[in-house]
């Protein structure tokens, strides 16, 4: 039996941030998107990392703990979650709202979503959410999750602006802490070295080998 309806994920909290309770369904908002944004940033180079034929959570990320692919994007959009909503509860217990701009340009996105399902033959907004992001998404929840991702950016950008620092107390904090700010981070994938050769001998398990020769 497979369930369409939604009720089981609306039920299920995912993780909570807060006071605020993230179900199943809205998770997989930040899930889907985390997946897309990745594949955006590294297009160039997207065949290398994962195979689009294989579900995420039987390609390994790490082989030092066997993560997947899957188990990674759920870690991005748990953080990706807990930093929107942090920006919204707070912009929420301030009573901020976005300017009229910003709301317009959050219905030019939602109404692109249509535009996108229209163009590509879905019978309505629905149906082509439901493509994206799972037989239980719908039009009404990502509109809410669109809007709670756009309030939250809005406030963080706001706060950003209001903030005045004094230069030279920059510099000399920046002197006293050499080794935090001059720190940096990196994410390092695996690439299976597999991809890259051509030829090689399959046996009767179906193991592909190569030979000194193809693999040069």
Do not use: C
């Not at 082509?128 to 719908?138: D, S």
């Not at 039009?139 to 950016?153: D, H, I, P």
């Amino acid at each position: 039996i497979i369930d369409k309806s939604g009720i089981r994920q609306k039920n299920s909290v995912a993780m909570t941030v807060g006071d605020s309770q993230i179900n199943a369904l809205e998770m997989s908002y930040f899930y889907v998107d985390a997946v897309q944004n990745f594949r955006n940033s590294n297009s160039d180079f997207l065949m290398y990392l994962l195979d689009t034929t294989t579900p995420l959570n039987q390609q390994i990320y790490s082989q030092e703990d066997g993560t997947t692919w899957a188990d990674y994007f759920l870690t991005i959009a748990q953080s990706n979650a807990e930093y929107v909503y942090t920006l919204y509860n707070a912009a929420m217990a301030e009573g901020y709202t976005m300017t009229d701009a910003e709301k317009l340009e959050l219905e030019n996105a939602i109404n692109t979503i249509s535009f996108y399902a229209s163009m590509n033959g879905f019978a309505d907004t629905d149906a082509y959410i439901k493509a994206v992001y799972g037989a239980t998404a719908n039009e009404e929840g990502f509109r809410a999750y669109q809007e709670k991702v756009s309030l939250a950016t809005s406030y963080r950008n706001a706060y950003a602006d209001a903030l005045h620092y004094d230069e030279a107390a920059l510099e000399q904090a920046q002197k006293d802490n050499y080794d935090l700010y001059s720190s940096f981070s990196f994410n390092s994938y695996y690439i299976s070295a597999s991809r890259f050769l051509e030829g090689g001998t399959t046996d009767e398990n179906g193991t592909v080998s190569y030979s000194d020769e193809e693999k040069a």
